[in-house]
């Protein structure tokens, strides 16, 4: 697979926003916050096998709501994340 996004080699502090932007541009928008003050980590790997396109998504330290969150506008989500 191939790495399509990746927080590795981004500052700390701005991991969890970068991922936040990368998922709201590209994926959809949902309510998303770390679950405590580790480090947080994300990676999108792909792949194209035969016509089909999978995606393998890895994440350390995200929380998100269990129920089907509505739209929510930008100003209403969380913007920090240690």
Known sequence: MQTLFSTEGVLEKDKFRLWRD???????PM???CLNDEP?????EGASIGGLIFTKFALR???RP????RFA???TRPTTCS
């Open 61 to 63: 330290n995200l929380r």
């Open 31 to 33: 309510a998303q916050t």
């Open 40 to 44: 947080f980590h994300a990676t999108i």
């Open 22 to 28: 990368v998922c709201e541009d590209r994926l959809v």
């Open 73 to 75: 506008m930008k100003t």
């Open 66 to 69: 269990r129920r089907r969150a």
